[in-house]
């Protein structure tokens, strides 16, 4: 573990979400059709869905990735003091997922299930137009539960940032709540992603509970942020969503972003990327630049112009973590 | 499997090789030299080196490789038609593999090991100058054997193609040889890899035994003939080479290639490549492109040119399989 700081923490951010490895193909769109795929979600599937659909896929391959895991990964390249929680099983994909974060230098010491399901994949099928489709079996990430969450690690972090996806596993849920309730009694700050549109639906009035009395920094895309106050347009949820948390990180995709906390308000260009490959990961990303910034004392544009580069980064080759140091490529900005 | 063809063959081309799982990360010549690494060679290292050695890698992302396994998928992504012998054990790598290489229509049906050693990992190193060195736990690869040669599917194929890394794991060869019997006795072509300089310098006897009684078409680079024969130009190991094998395709990387059969001599252009981000797998797309030029009735000098193309892909890009279609890349060609 880091050297505690003046403040009592020892990490900037500790991440808790579900540890899983990606395999990933090419797809052509009439393929995803007529796997009857809802394109650009992600969906959860069982371990014989996983199985039918892995024989129906192409040559892919395999990378550590995770919502939250993919954050943490980013702030670790960013030369940010994390730790992360998260299931795996003690299997080969386990090892692979527990190496490439370790590698990073994240802290991470979650024990590994030693019996039950194998460590969660996500098979994620990329379209020629760089759109990514996600259909995720949890597997061992199903087993995360309250007994893994270290509140001295919670304590010890400036910022603990969970994943919408937590709340479909049915244990993760307390894990999470749990984790809240320490950081704040630790007068740390909460942050929370809001992870994707289709589980808004699934948690909506659970997540709205969740984001008013809970969540210090919301991260959200305009379809996430739309699904949670059931409105129409981008604007009307910027409505919506102002008061009801700290700060607020609203991505858009190539119109870029728009931050905002109490009345200050800011919209941060996208930044250009020559070629998009694929989309996984750029939300991560985006909150990984955001999150080391605000820790490491930026003002809040700063920090969207940290994620802003943190996302073209991971959409400029497949795979949803960065694939060059990006304490390097940012280096300009800090 | 395939239709059977009026020359009684259903498949163009048989490999017979290690079935690896690649594991593959970025790394610094500060970082090769503290690890020990002799950049640019493939070194054989045990269960307990490939452990602590994957401690020291940086992240890293997971696709199947092994040398004569890419030339196969590389020929079925050209839309040839291929099959695989190699040994995996029935664990998650080795699902990785079986799936990546099923998954581009490849016949592949070697029982896989279900006890002993895990699936065979190549720790590849890509340095900044995208080169690579790789670390290879040949695993459950040392178990394939005489047994796993079917005589008939070797019989029904135009050429079998064995990888020189075979030499190593002891009980490969004999399968080695059995294949070529049974090629030879059905009239058909032997082709060979010799993979890389050191694995000729641990088995040169061998292999120009072999070279000159057992193999009609030969792929070498540079540095591997001139280990073969001993010699320290390129000009005298092309002058070695002539007439102990029917064709000889020589790789020089960006010099190209050189084409012998008998007193026929082709040079053949590198195919320019705008950013070189990893070398892995370029000798074994050269081959793929070759031999299905090679079965589908092309000229040698055609051949050359499907095999430089086919190359060109692969260095583009981190892996050691095409990422795109190549038979949609090489249709100009075709």
Redo the contacts between chains.
């Keep these: 573990m880091a050297e505690a700081r003046s403040d009592g923490t020892r990490f900037d951010v500790v991440g808790i979400g579900n540890a899983i490895v990606d395999v990933l193909?090419?797809a052509e769109e009439a393929a995803l059709a007529a796997l009857g795929l809802a394109k650009g979600a992600m969906t959860l599937i069982d371990a014989r869905e996983a199985e039918t659909l892995?024989?129906r896929?192409?040559?892919?391959?395999?990378?550590?990735g995770g919502s939250a895991a993919n954050t943490i990964?980013g702030i670790a390249s960013l030369g940010g003091s994390t730790a992360f929680i998260g299931k795996v099983r003690d299997?080969?994909?386990g090892r692979?997922f527990r190496?490439?974060?370790r590698?990073?230098g994240v802290h991470f010491e979650t024990p590994a299930a030693t019996s039950g399901p194998?460590t969660a994949r996500c098979l994620v099928f990329i379209t020629p137009d760089a759109q990514r489709t996600l259909e995720t079996y949890l597997g061992a990430a199903v087993e995360l539960g309250r007994e893994d969450v270290d509140p001295a690690l919670i304590g010890a972090a400036k910022v603990t940032y969970l994943e919408g996806y937590l709340w479909d596993p049915p244990r993760a849920k307390e894990a999470f709540l749990a984790a809240c309730e320490v950081a704040h009694g630790e007068g740390r700050k909460v942050a929370l992603s809001l992870s994707d549109p289709f589980c808004v639906d699934r948690h909506r009035a659970e997540f709205r509970e969740l984001v008013a009395g809970h969540v210090d920094i919301l991260f959200a895309n305009e379809q996430e942020i739309m699904a949670l106050y059931e409105v129409a347009s981008f604007d009307a949820a910027l409505q919506a969503v102002r008061g009801k948390v700290e700060i607020a990180a609203l991505t858009r995709s190539a119109k870029g972003s728009v931050l905002l906390r109490d009345n200050e308000v800011h919209v941060i260009d996208a930044t250009p990327v020559a070629r998009v490959v694929d989309t996984t990961g750029a939300g991560d990303l985006y909150a990984a630049g955001f999150l080391y910034g605000l820790t490491h004392g930026r003002n809040l544009a700063a920090c969207g112009r940290l994620g802003s580069l943190c996302a073209a980064e991971v959409i400029g080759h497949?795979?949803a973590?960065p694939?060059?140091p990006l304490a390097e490529l940012c280096a300009p900005l800090l």
């Design positions: 193909a090419h892995y024989a896929m192409g040559p892919a391959i395999e990378c550590s990964a299997d080969q994909l692979v190496h490439d974060i590698a990073l194998a497949l795979g973590r694939e060059r």
